[in-house]
């Protein structure tokens, strides 16, 4: 099994920007990919970044060229670092996990809150 451990959500002003981080234990062996997804009120649950044990990233159009997402591997951690943000970013952000090993797996963590006001 692998455990996630989100931090670094908060309350900024437009423009500003905030680094979340995703720490991971456990079957971390067994990960091949991780990434962010986000939920924000009212509406359904957004893929935002995704990054490959190959370090392949890919991000959702809305975050494009914002947003970058990368991975430690030797802290078995993995970072989203959110530039330029607007009042539409605000959400609770969620870090997952997917493996294969033993079985085809999917671990997320318990959400950070990421809010953007003036």
């Known amino acids: 099994q692998v455990q996630l451990v989100e931090s670094g959500g908060g309350l900024v002003q437009p423009g500003g920007s905030l680094r979340l981080s995703c720490g991971a234990s456990?079957?971390?062996?067994?990960?091949?990919?991780m990434g962010w997804h986000r939920r924000a009120p009212g509406k359904q649950r957004e893929l935002v970044a995704t990054?490959?044990?190959?370090?392949?990233?890919n991000y959702a159009g809305s975050v494009k060229a914002r947003f970058t997402i990368s991975r430690d591997t030797a802290k078995n951690t993995v970072y989203l670092q959110l530039n330029s943000l607007k009042p539409e970013d605000t959400a609770v952000y969620y870090c997952?996990?997917?493996?294969?090993?033993?079985?085809?797996?999917?671990?997320w963590g318990q959400g950070t809150q990421v809010t953007i006001s003036s």
């Open positions: 990054i490959t044990s190959d370090g392949i990233t």
């Open positions: 456990g079957s971390i062996f067994s990960i091949n990919t």
């Open positions: 997952y996990a997917t493996g294969t090993y033993p079985r085809p797996f999917t671990s």
